[in-house]
């Protein structure tokens, strides 16, 4: 695991001390990705590479990058673990090949000297590859088919940039930051920035499953390699019970790769059903005992650390837990805008990073059971969702238009008037208002896509508007994907929400305390397998991941795990009222949001004022708000 970074100054805008300088510098910024060894390389050309390395697999100089093909044709730096890579050394020895270490990165050179560019798909395993190739004068990058590892690139006609993060960016004395408008408001409605946009005009994420290409005074080009839905027109043919057999022999597989390490490797346990599962087959299928981690809440309603606990002892892992509380939840969200130097909503990331650190004093590996929601069905807003729509989908088209008009009739602001003379709190008249602006916008469009779209947007589309003085989506909606209703939202979860916030999240996380996280779970065998399941092994008798759940009770006692799902929910609302205060006090105050003028200070104090007078329905509003200045504050 590693972090990298590339320029290409095609204009001739630099000397060679000063590129050299600015590639040293982009490379310093990443070292938290990879402590244990860095290196540069420059060309005559203006193109550099550079590499910061985290030392997992041969911890011998043999492992070092940038790293050049034995025939001198490719230079290659590279983040991330190719797991099968043993046995494609095996295939490249009986055509001639040599190594001298006992890595992957010279195996993934001499691929793409056998195979070019076919041989990513030789690849299990997650990975964010840049390779020069001093024959054609062509760059390539390549991004993991399901998006584990990051990528960015910029191109502004002069230079070409790239890194595992937008803070590698920074360094380079041409590029000039600028804020994206339309991705501010994407990110105050969903959380995140979806690729290929980012929080800047002209930096890209390149797409999971893609590979792009530029040439000395020729634009990028980006075409996709695998997708997905391309076995959506094969689905199983054979019986439940087989495809039960063929799964777990296949996560067995799957698991069992992402063991592969020269150091130890642990496994983040929180004593649901996709973390328990791979628990219980790791215990089966590898006699070393198993380092497991839980973090747990002081609030005892957001706490299941009891759950991990008691799966840990049935399996036998060396179990550690910790529980957070207020003030650790304070320290970490005061570096918010460091750690993710793009912005980023999702509160989890703060226990999420310290079980990293938890982690990182024992092991230099730790796998992160996500990918089972999308894959198998799992999450509990598609059950809400589906179950939801077929009352609001029924509903004639000309009966949602008579609502609309009613409601559109009346006086939103008169009516909040109206309850604070006859004194309603201001937070149930606050409630009332966040209610009846989504009524509004669901009877607009009861197309299954829109009202998904409504399901997971925090900011309303007008709201944001309202923010920021004008706001269009920008994203595709899940009916825009085949298949059926259950398979759309899957299909558009797995392209969006999984790798820009789960995956960026696991990421950031774990690279800042220098330990590698690995997804079991998201080996694209196993997501291939999936998308072909029937719906009713993925949503069946058993609920949700009724498939994996089969799998899991034959290992794991059924009340161990057997409990409606929580997620790794976030006391948030008591959290920004209590502990979290100060930061919003400090980062919402109506003088700095002002003089920041992107927001507009009104709307702001508003929001601020009604969610700390009780209005909880505010407060993931209110957060991504904050999360978003803190961002600002340390990047702009």
Request: negative net charge; glycine residues 8%; charged residues 25%.
């Amino acid at each position: 695991m590693c972090g990298i970074v590339g320029i290409w100054d095609q204009s001739n805008g630099y000397d060679r001390d000063e590129l050299s300088r600015d590639l040293k510098t982009s490379v310093r910024t990443l070292s938290h990705r990879g402590p244990d060894d860095n290196g540069t390389w420059l060309n005559a050309r203006g193109l550099g590479l550079g590499h910061t390395r985290l030392s997992i697999l041969d911890l011998s100089s043999h492992g070092h990058q940038p790293m050049i093909s034995t025939d001198g044709r490719f230079i290659i730096v590279y983040n991330g673990e190719v797991y099968n890579f043993a046995d494609i050394r095996e295939k490249l020895s009986t055509r001639g090949h040599t190594f001298r270490g006992s890595g992957d990165t010279e195996v993934i050179l001499a691929a793409f000297q056998q195979w070019g560019d076919a041989a990513v798909q030789q690849f299990i395993g997650m990975f964010a590859i840049a390779l020069w190739d001093t024959q054609e004068e062509h760059l390539r990058l390549f991004r993991d088919r399901i998006g584990v590892k990051p990528l960015y690139y910029a191109w502004d006609g002069k230079y070409f940039w790239f890194g595992s993060e937008l803070k590698a960016i920074h360094p380079f004395r041409h590029w000039q930051p600028e804020i994206d408008a339309q991705s501010v408001g994407e990110f105050l409605q969903y959380g995140y920035v979806c690729a290929p946009r980012t929080i800047y005009k002209g930096v890209r994420k390149l797409l999971p499953g893609h590979r792009l290409r530029i040439s000395n005074g020729r634009e990028p080009t980006v075409d996709r390699y695998w997708d997905i839905t391309d076995v959506l027109d094969t689905p199983f043919a054979a019986t439940d019970e087989s495809l039960e057999s063929e799964l777990e022999d296949l996560m067995a597989s799957a698991f069992s790769y992402r063991m592969i390490s020269d150091v130890p490797v642990g496994l983040y346990l929180s004593g649901g059903v996709d973390s328990s599962l791979v628990a219980a087959i790791l215990a089966k299928h590898h006699p070393q005992t198993i380092h497991t981690f839980t973090i747990g809440f002081s609030e005892s309603s957001h706490d299941e650390s009891r759950w991990a606990r008691k799966v840990a002892a049935h399996l036998g892992t060396e179990h550690t837990e910790y529980v957070l509380g207020g003030a650790e939840a304070l320290q970490i969200a005061k570096d918010w805008g460091t750690i993710f130097d793009e912005p980023f909503g999702d509160p989890s990331g703060i226990p999420t990073l310290l079980v990293s650190q938890l982690a990182s004093q024992e092991v230099k590996v730790v796998l992160s059971a996500d990918g089972g929601d999308e894959l198998f069905s799992g999450y509990a807003v598609y059950e809400s969702f589906l179950r939801g729509y077929k009352r609001l989908g029924s509903i004639p088209r000309p009966l949602a238009r008579f609502f609309l008009s009613g409601l559109q009739m009346l006086p939103e602001t008169g009516l909040r008037a109206l309850m604070s003379s006859v004194g309603i709190p201001a937070s149930t008249s606050g409630r009332f208002s966040f209610k009846l602006n989504r009524y509004k916008r669901m009877l607009h469009d009861l197309s299954p896509g829109a009202l998904y779209d409504l399901y997971l947007t925090k900011w309303l589309p007008e709201e944001i508007t309202n923010l920021l003085g004008s706001y269009s989506p920008p994203r595709n909606l899940a009916d825009s994907y085949s298949g059926d209703l259950g398979q759309q939202i899957s299909l558009w979860d797995f392209d969006h929400y999984l790798p820009d916030d789960i995956l960026t999240k696991v990421d950031r996380t774990t690279m800042l305390t220098s330990i590698e996280g690995r997804e079991p779970l998201l080996d694209h065998r196993l997501a291939e397998f999936a998308f072909r399941l029937p719906i009713h092994l993925r949503r069946g008798e058993l609920g949700s991941k009724h498939i994996l759940k089969k799998i899991l009770y034959k290992h794991v006692p059924r009340e161990l795990v057997d409990r409606p799902k929580q997620g790794f929910a976030i006391p948030t609302k008591k959290w920004l009222r209590e502990d979290l205060r100060e930061l919003v006090d400090d980062y919402l105050n109506t003088g700095r949001i002002r003089q920041a003028g992107i927001f507009d200070p009104s709307v702001i104090e508003q929001t601020t004022r009604r969610f700390l007078s009780g209005d909880d329905l505010l407060t993931t509003q209110l957060w991504f708000t904050l999360a978003f200045e803190m961002w600002r504050e340390e990047w702009t």
